[in-house]
């Protein structure tokens, strides 16, 4: 039976991700931006950031996948792609947690060859001890331990993304 501890309680989750919207906003003055989420892990920080900001946004949304289990498979595949064309335009990845940094480094490369005006990437949580690819986000909520993590988004074989706290998943 596992059992999930408490990591980062509700309040403080929300409080820091009201920071970096207001971060992002105030970078993004009197322009727009289009938050690209990846999918399922970044659902919910993208609703809760897209909510808090004060310019206005575009949503879309990627589909990459490089896990099963808690074993990291070192692979990325792109199950989904964008709707929209983001040429020209500032664009800011949403992803829930940076862990060995190579699926943002994948799609960083990818996303950059669709010719945006920029792109920055926006990261709930990072683990910076598991860093296999240089990929550093510019907006970060909560530096974390080599804990495999669990809730706001993020699952443990499809479980507890729904949970409104991040835990740590403890067999
Ligand atoms: P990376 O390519 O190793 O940086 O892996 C990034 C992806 O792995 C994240 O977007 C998550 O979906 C998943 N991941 C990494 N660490 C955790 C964790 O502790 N809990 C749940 N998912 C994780
Ligand atoms: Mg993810």
């Excluded at 906003?25 to 919910?44: C, H, P, R, W």
């Excluded at 990437?121 to 240089?134: F, G, H, N, S, Y």
Aim: proline residues 4%; glycine residues 6%; hydrophobic residues 40%.
């Amino acid at each position: 039976m596992s059992h999930i501890e408490v990591l980062i309680p509700e309040e403080d989750v929300r409080a820091r991700i009201r920071e970096m919207a207001d971060a992002i906003s105030t970078k993004y003055k009197d322009q727009s931006v289009v938050l690209i989420g990846i999918l399922n892990g970044s659902v919910f920080f993208l609703t809760d950031l897209a909510q808090k900001m004060t310019i206005p946004i575009e949503i879309d949304f990627m589909s990459a996948s490089s896990y099963v289990g808690t074993d990291s498979t070192g692979k990325v595949l792109i199950t989904k792609d964008l709707e929209r064309s983001i040429k020209g335009k500032h664009v800011i990845i949403v992803e829930d947690i940076v862990d060995t940094g190579q699926t943002l480094h994948l799609l960083c490369e990818l996303l950059r060859a669709k010719g945006p005006e920029t792109l920055e990437i926006a990261a709930l949580l990072d683990k910076p001890e598991r860093r296999k690819v240089c990929c550093d986000a510019d907006y970060i909520g909560f530096q974390i331990p080599d804990k495999f993590v669990v809730g706001w988004g993020m699952d443990y074989n499809q479980n507890y993304r729904e949970l409104p706290y991040v835990g740590v998943l403890e067999e």
